[in-house]
């Protein structure tokens, strides 16, 4: 924090902004409960601020000052994820800090058991990924079981960090991962390493002080690192491997077999690329810096509205609450959700119409409540997203379980860009299939732990 507001002060043409965005990042986070909140609240609120963050640094890196809009759009953003982490606060528990101490409810599973586990459910989740591509509805139902694999991904990194043991093991796992989100069309490599960074930061109760912490915060920065270099390889790459993906088409769709996928990432990226020194880091970051700022279409957004070319009666968040009481295997009708077609409509811009765009959640929230009455819809979501953790905590299951759950459910849910059509039935569903598998697949795999549990999700009295 204090290299980021030194940096501020000797270079930043929006040192006022730049100041304001630091200030804002440290006071949501003690809000949280400073350095005993919970990781996975903690990534959250980090990762959300980044996308404000980022315009601001976007725009001292073009040497460029940022316009009225710019600067409304960044200061909404800012107070709406306060109020978000004010909502999380509450939810898990008033009166107290989202921190971890709940007890151990029975011995932890080994790394052997939970990688069993793991390597079994990868022909489960390939399937559920194919089912879910077939059609909106599927998508819905079995996209949602996907948030699976978060859990047990972060139950492998936990046990690794808990025990000392097994680290070869899990560089195998986030290799494989990496791997396989690289042959996809978008960037899912990062989430596994970032899962393997919320779990570095998570404390146990075996694991004691000193060397084990600094040793966590060590692969924790090694993880960021990871994720950050990655990105930028990524970024590279990107434009040129989805076009010979699709083959032109400009779909975001994937025409190639994953041996293929492969063996154009092995040539063309680590042979061409990576061996032979041809990445150009500063343009990299600059398209990388470009990608993750996202308050533009806010302030693009809050423009439009100002000069009155947007309709009163464009509600988002009631356009919403219909999609989630009308599901879609009872209401094949209804219409599929077209982020850039909103976009498009709120900001004036021309999009590709195979490019998925969304203004955001904030400001369809500001849009549709204006200002200060979003901050209240914004509270319950945060609440919401508290209530969620706080639930999958108090599991009859050991520790390492319970926040796995929570990352499951957290990890993924509301990102800053995403539309509020798409967030939150993404989280009731997300939420709802992690659900099911806290009550009925879990005591399955328990029982073979030896445990006798009464059911999923239960106080651990």
């Known amino acids: 924090m204090g290299g980021l507001t030194t940096l501020g002060l000797l270079y930043s043409r929006n040192l006022d902004i730049w100041l304001l965005c630091l200030a804002s990042l440290w006071i949501t986070i003690l809000c949280l409960g400073g350095r005993k909140s919970y990781p996975v ?29 710019a600067k409304e759009a960044i200061f909404y953003s800012l107070i709406s994820l306060f109020f978000i982490a004010c909502g999380i606060r509450f939810g898990f528990g008033v009166g107290r800090s989202v921190e971890q101490t709940y007890v151990q409810a029975g011995r932890s599973p080994t790394l ?13 989740f390939t399937l559920l990924a194919i089912a879910a591509n077939i059609s909106q509805s599927t998508q819905q139902i079995f996209g949602s079981f996907l948030a699976l694999k978060a859990v047990l991904i972060y139950c492998i990194a936990a046990t690794v960090y808990q ?7 899990l560089m195998l796992v986030l290799a494989g991962e990496v791997v396989i989100g690289f042959t996809g069309f978008f960037s899912a490599f990062k989430e596994p390493i970032i899962i393997a960074c919320v779990a570095a930061l998570s404390s146990y109760p075996g694991d004691g002080l000193g060397r084990a912490i600094n040793k966590r915060f060590v692969l924790a920065s090694l993880c960021a690192g990871a994720v950050i270099w990655l ?11 989805r076009d010979w993906l699709n083959e032109g088409t400009g779909a975001q769709v994937v025409l190639k077999t994953l041996p293929e996928r492969l063996e154009w990432l092995s040539n063309e990226l680590v042979t061409e690329k990576l061996m032979n020194g041809h990445i150009d880091y500063w343009r990299a970051s600059q398209e990388l810096l470009s990608r993750v700022a996202y308050t533009y279409y806010y302030s693009l957004m809050l423009e439009r509205r100002d000069a009155g ?14 999609r989630i009481i009308m599901p879609r295997l009872l209401f094949p009708g209804k219409p599929v959700v077209d982020d850039s077609e909103t976009t498009k409509r709120l900001t004036g811009i021309s999009i590709n119409q195979n490019t998925s765009i969304g203004v955001g959640y904030i400001a369809e929230t500001h849009l549709d409540f204006g200002f200060p009455l979003m901050l209240v819809p914004l509270f319950a979501i945060g609440f919401a997203m508290g209530r969620v953790g706080r639930a999958f905590a108090n599991m009859n299951a050991p520790r390492i379980i319970c926040d796995g759950f929570v990352c499951g459910a957290i990890v993924g849910a509301f990102a800053y860009e995403s ?37 999923g999700i239960q106080s651990k009295a």
């Open 41 to 69: 609240f903690v990534f959250f609120i980090i990762v959300s601020w980044s996308r404000v963050f980022a315009d601001v640094m976007l725009a001292d890196f073009s040497d460029l000052d940022l316009n009225d809009w």
């Open 112 to 124: 052997r058991q939970i990688l069993v586990v793991y390597l079994c459910s990868i022909p489960i």
């Open 163 to 169: 025990t000392g043991r097994g680290y070869t093991v």
């Open 231 to 241: 990105s930028l390889v990524w970024a590279t790459v990107k434009p040129e491997y």
């Open 309 to 322: 070319l947007i309709p009163p009666d464009d509600a988002r968040w009631l356009a919403t609450i219909k």
């Open 419 to 455: 539309a509020i059509d798409k967030a939150l039935p993404g989280f009731v569903l997300s939420c709802g299939a992690l659900a099911i598998c806290a009550r009925y697949v879990y005591p399955v795999f328990a029982r073979k732990l030896g445990r006798k549990v009464r059911s």
